[in-house]
């Protein structure tokens, strides 16, 4: 699979965006057997490829050693597997990726401190009722 063929198809691409330039220059990371005809940067992926190459063009500028990035989804939001697994597969699972639900950050959140307790109840009221 060779996902850097035809950018010209790509319209980020043609309007001037550098996600090609930087795909190239990051390739070995994507290395998983899944199927993609055109451009990359649509559909379900699009914004994970997107924010993948943002990642990648902060590490380039040398104030970070390594970057990854994360995508926070509602537990109950099942239309983003497809999306998330595809692009876990194109990246053989690398840690450069990772995601959570909204019930894996309210698990994660164990602390008295009063502030963080307004954040939580703030939290629960938007994601969970």
């Known amino acids: ?6 950018p010209q198809k ?5 309007i001037g965006y550098k996600y090609w330039d930087t795909l190239k220059k990051n390739l070995d990371r994507f290395q998983g ?3 993609i ?5 649509r559909y ?7 924010n993948q190459m943002l990642a990648f063009a902060l590490q380039e500028t040398g ?19 497809k999306s998330i697994n595809q692009y ?4 053989n699972e690398d840690a450069m990726f990772n ?10 959140v164990n602390t008295h401190d009063s502030e963080l307790q307004k954040w939580l109840q703030w939290y629960k009221e938007l994601y969970l009722f």
């Open 1 to 6: 699979m060779d996902i850097t063929k035809e």
């Open 10 to 14: 790509c319209h980020y691409h043609t």
């Open 33 to 35: 057997a899944i199927e």
């Open 37 to 41: 005809k055109g451009c990359p940067f």
């Open 44 to 50: 379900g992926l699009n914004q994970l490829w997107r």
């Open 63 to 81: 104030i970070y050693n390594k970057v990854t990035f994360s995508v926070c989804h509602h537990a109950k939001n099942t239309m983003l597997d």
């Open 88 to 91: 876990r597969a194109l990246t």
């Open 99 to 108: 995601s959570f639900t909204n019930y894996d950050v309210l698990n994660a």
